[in-house]
């Protein structure tokens, strides 16, 4: 009977630590620092990214390139300008998968499509 109730009793091996702990728990720490502030989001065409904070899809944001600038930008509505055109503030930059490395732009040369300009605020 001793042998019993010493043989059922509920042990738990110990658990032995993943070789590579310390460089999860790194990499965990980082990724959680760097996105404090940020909010993630869906593009219109499904791409995902995330950006700051303030990110508002009643504001109607809008994820741009802008020339010259290594990361897009969230740019948001503001209103007509004094030049009598939409004037936009810069909400901030962003991170889009699929357009970090001038997917975006690639072949517009190509295809006589011209940039855009923006009067922002």
Same mark, same amino acid.
């Given at each position: 009977?001793a042998f019993?109730? &010493?043989?059922s009793?509920?042990?738990?091996?110990?658990?032995?630590?993943?070789?590579?702990?310390?460089?999860?728990?790194?990499?965990?720490?980082?990724?959680?620092?760097?996105?404090?502030?940020?909010?993630?989001?869906?593009?219109?065409?499904?791409?995902?990214?995330?950006? @700051?904070?303030?990110?508002? @899809?009643?504001?109607?944001?809008?994820?741009? $390139? &802008?020339?010259?600038?290594?990361?897009?930008?969230?740019?948001?509505p503001?209103? $007509?300008?004094?030049?009598?055109?939409?004037?936009?503030?810069?909400?901030?930059?962003?991170?889009?998968?699929? $357009?970090?490395?001038?997917?975006?732009?690639?072949?517009?040369?190509?295809?006589?499509?011209?940039?855009?300009?923006?009067?922002l605020?």
């Open positions: 009977m019993r109730s &010493l043989w009793s509920e042990r738990k091996p110990t658990p032995r630590p993943h070789p590579h702990q310390e460089r999860i728990t790194r990499y965990a720490t980082a990724a959680a620092a760097a996105q404090q502030h940020r909010k993630m989001f869906q593009t219109e065409d499904w791409k995902v990214g995330h950006g @700051p904070a303030t990110l508002d @899809p009643g504001q109607e944001d809008v994820v741009c $390139i &802008l020339q010259g600038a290594e990361v897009p930008f969230v740019l948001r503001r209103g $007509i300008s004094r030049y009598k055109n939409q004037s936009y503030e810069v909400v901030g930059e962003c991170y889009v998968h699929g $357009i970090m490395d001038g997917e975006a732009v690639e072949g517009l040369e190509q295809i006589d499509t011209r940039w855009s300009t923006f009067d605020v």
